[in-house]
């Protein structure tokens, strides 16, 4: 198959190009974009393939997808403009903004352990419904009155879901606003930017579906044939909140295909996008950016400080990730640009994040989910990294 590529490359970013249109090989049903700010200035914007299974709605500049963890990046973000404000402290206690959490023996958590997902609360223990799983109250008030999972602070696992709404509900109760309305008025409205956490009814017209491609597939049997009758998976659980969202996080009219759960506010997988938005956020983290700075460098600094890496409390093989304030920083398990990149990746392939040394915001999002060995934009990355430094990795 050969995919015809829309959109625009400066000079100097061809082989970025030509990473993104080798992406679709073997992958009929693929749709994806492609967008690049350097210095501020669209260098690369790009999309093709299709928003959905029979093939047969191109995507186009303005097509929307779900953009999964990423969503944490931009929470982070979110949450560093509002330390930046004075409004919110990294080494305050949870409780001093949400009394409630100081249940079951929480009181000396940290807000940066929330972000670091060093909360001990990656799962919930009561498993979640699918109606529960859009009941912002009900999830919040389950977190705080739980027991956590370790001791705080002694070790991480990742918060696959329930990271969004730990920090989203220090957030709501620091600004009196949704974590929606607040990205909004903080982040989004002012870059003029396609982002959404909680989507409007107008936009569900525009969101790719979300396809399961075949590695994600294979991974999901082999680590459902792993599993011991009986015994709690954490990391499963992390994952499906005990039921309320498939292993895959999709299906067909399933998980964050629904519109219900696009139009919730989850703010730790939930958020939707376009690439060029993306790309111009991040930007905007560390530079002026159509007329916008989201951070100033004291900022930045703070909030990309390594909190967490290495082995995590539960069994998982390496190489691991690392986070700082929320943000996902450059590791063995996901290289961006240098090691001053900060942003997140997402389930399935999405990436998102922004690289001050480089100059650079970047974003690629696809329709089409994979697993283990997915290297898409990886490639894609390492073709912008020879296009700005000369050098190979």
């Not at 480089?358 to 020879?386: P, S």
Request: with cysteine; proline share 7%; net charge negative.
């Amino acid at each position: 198959m050969t995919v015809t590529v829309h959109g625009l490359v400066s000079p100097g970013f061809e082989s970025v190009a030509v990473s993104f249109e080798r992406a679709f090989d073997g992958q009929p049903t693929m749709g994806a974009a492609l967008a690049i700010r350097h210095r501020g200035v669209s260098v690369v914007d790009l999309w093709a393939g299709t928003t959905d299974a029979e093939a047969a709605i191109p995507w186009r500049d303005d097509t929307l997808s779900v953009v999964f963890s990423c969503t944490k990046g931009l929470m982070s973000l979110l949450a560093a403009r509002l330390v930046q404000e004075g409004r919110l402290s990294y080494d305050a206690p949870v409780v001093e903004y949400w009394p409630e959490f100081a249940a079951a023996g929480k009181s000396a958590v940290r807000v940066r352990e929330l972000l670091a997902h060093r909360a001990g609360l990656s799962a919930p223990r009561i498993p979640l419904t699918p109606s529960e799983l859009l009941e912002w109250d009900t999830v919040t008030g389950r977190l705080a009155a739980q027991a956590p999972l370790w001791e705080p602070g002694a070790g991480y696992a990742y918060h696959a879901i329930t990271h969004g709404w730990l920090i989203g509900e220090v957030v709501r109760r620091v600004t009196g606003m949704s974590v929606g309305a607040a990205f909004q008025d903080l982040v989004a409205r002012p870059l003029g930017a396609d982002a959404w956490i909680g989507l409007p009814p107008s936009e569900h017209g525009r969101v790719a579906t979300m396809l399961v491609g075949d590695s994600l597939a294979e991974l999901t049997r082999v680590q459902a044939a792993a599993r011991t009758p009986g015994v709690v998976d954490w990391s499963e659980q992390a994952m499906t909140l005990g039921g309320a969202l498939p292993p895959e996080l999709v299906g067909p009219e399933a998980g964050f295909n629904r519109p219900e759960v696009q139009a919730a506010e989850i703010p730790g997988a939930g958020g939707i996008a376009s690439a060029r938005a993306l790309a111009a956020i991040w930007s905007a983290s560390f530079r002026e950016t159509d007329g916008v700075r989201l951070l100033d460098v004291p900022t930045i600094a703070a909030a990309t400080t390594v909190q967490s890496s290495g082995p995590p409390v539960w069994e998982v093989p390496g190489p691991w990730p690392a986070w700082g304030m929320g943000f996902q920083l450059d590791s063995e398990a996901r290289h961006y640009l240098s090691s001053s990149s900060f942003g997140h990746d997402g389930a399935g392939g999405q990436v998102a994040f922004a690289d001050p040394r480089q100059d650079i915001g970047f974003a690629f999002l696809t329709n089409q989910m994979e697993g283990v060995g997915d290297v898409r934009a990886t490639a894609i990355i390492d073709a912008l990294h020879e296009s700005l430094t000369g050098t190979v990795r």
